[in-house]
């Protein structure tokens, strides 16, 4: 038997702790002998609750107790995250977790001391919640060069701007729909803004080139100045607006990454990837293009993956599996170079502002019906050469770029 502590008992981690209960039967099978949870820390008391024999608010009792090999985190943010987890991989216990923005920021040096003290750090569940991305990666593709990856990697924009395009709601509607259903927090700026969605496409572009790729040297944009008017210019061209996550590995060894509102075709993997669903494409040298489809947060779904990482701690007791990066930087491209088309809506007639707009030409025009705006397709061009064209272009509303 097993012992385990689980640090955070909000909706993941009671996630973790019914799970354990649930399939208990189940997991012995798959673990090769029963995972029994010791102890549940956390800063209130849950009266009444399934673990409250269990709860404590002392860290120390988990970190001393040798008895206890398995510690799971889900209390989110960096700290105590940090402190809590880097003091148990260093006691010589497995960790799972399921917070990004540790992994992101953190994750060498956590992965580094798993590696000496030959224990585990698994994070399966802190990108695209209960899709098996992260092991699809080290294991399932281990034989692949990973040439790109595309992804929708947070339900709360991906909800927002299904709404929008569904049933024709404006942002400040869908999201408090969002907050009203839990899917979005009263705070919502790391998930409208796109700061959750650039700390996952930074782990998942760090698991596919091994180095250590830091999220604040990917460009980044969220949804928050997408409007119903936008998603109506898409639908006439049928086209989904979606908060994607990308990165490409080029051929100079630099990596070119992003996160942005994209304009993707009926015709795009991702196009129907909606509601509070997230789906990731891989594209390897071998394999070619691939894509993972699912839940990409709640309870059961991310502790479902949690517990997975669970039993893999189990079957690999006194040996480090090898994942995750080394802490060498990888360097990451300029915005600047990354060429697209752009979606630009422009104040004014067509026949009055045509010729301004050459410069992004051959052009393709399109009209919603407004009066006192157009918009245009662009030609494809790099990031770099549009910022200086649009600068010298007066009325432009919005821009919006478009998937090659």
Same mark, same amino acid.
């Given at each position: ?258 996160? &942005? ?5 009926? =015709? ?5 990837? *909606? /509601?509070? %669903?997230?789906? #990731? ?75 301004? &707009? ?5 052009? =393709? ?5 407004? *009066? /006192?705006? %157009?918009?245009? #397709? ?27």
């Amino acid at each position: 038997m097993k012992n385990a502590a689980i640090m955070g008992y909000g909706t993941i981690g009671s996630g973790v702790a019914e799970i354990l209960e649930e399939n208990r039967d189940v997991i012995a099978r798959a673990a090769g002998e029963e995972i029994r949870l010791k102890y549940v820390l956390d800063l209130r008391d849950f009266p009444g609750s399934p673990v409250e024999d269990k709860l404590i608010h002392d860290f120390s009792m988990i970190e001393q107790d040798r008895d206890v090999e398995l510690v799971v985190e889900t209390m989110g943010g960096i700290n105590p995250a940090y402190p809590f987890v880097k003091a148990c991989l260093l006691a010589e216990k497995h960790v799972i977790t399921s917070n990004k923005a540790l992994v992101a920021a953190h994750g060498s040096e956590l992965l580094a001391i798993a590696r000496e003290k030959q224990v585990n750090f698994f994070f399966e569940a802190s990108v695209g919640g209960g899709i098996p991305i992260i092991r699809t990666l080290y294991d399932c593709l281990m034989g692949e060069k990973i040439e790109g990856l595309t992804g929708i990697l947070n339900g709360t924009t991906n909800f927002i701007l299904t709404k929008m395009d569904k049933e024709g709601w404006t942002f400040d509607q869908a999201l408090k729909e969002a907050q009203c259903l839990g899917y979005a927090e009263r705070n919502p700026e790391a998930d409208v803004e796109g700061h959750d969605t650039c700390r996952k496409i930074a782990i998942l572009t760090s698991m596919a080139v091994g180095k250590e790729v830091n999220y604040e040297d990917i460009y980044m944009e969220g949804i928050t100045r997408i409007t119903d008017i936008d998603v109506q210019y898409a639908e006439k061209l049928g086209m989904s607006i979606k908060l994607i996550g990308a990165s490409r590995l080029q051929a100079d060894g630099m990596v070119s990454a992003y996160v &942005l509102p994209l304009m993707i075709s009926r =015709e795009h993997p991702l196009y129907s990837v *909606n /509601d509070v %669903f997230n789906g #990731i494409l891989v594209k390897g040298t071998m394999l070619g293009t691939s894509m993972y489809y699912g839940s990409g947060a709640g309870k059961l779904p991310t502790a479902s993956a949690v517990v997975a990482d669970m039993i893999h701690g189990v079957r690999n007791a006194g040996r480090n599996v090898e994942l995750g990066w080394s802490a060498e930087k990888q360097a990451v491209a300029p915005m600047e170079m990354n060429v697209f088309r752009y979606f630009i809506r422009v104040a004014g007639q067509p026949e009055d502002r045509l010729s301004d &707009l050459m410069t992004f030409g051959p052009l =393709e025009v399109v009209s919603t019906g407004k *009066n /006192d705006e %157009f918009a245009i #397709i662009s030609k494809e061009m790099p990031e770099a050469n549009f910022r200086e064209e649009a600068a010298g272009v007066e009325g432009i509303r919005s821009v919006i770029r478009v998937e090659l």
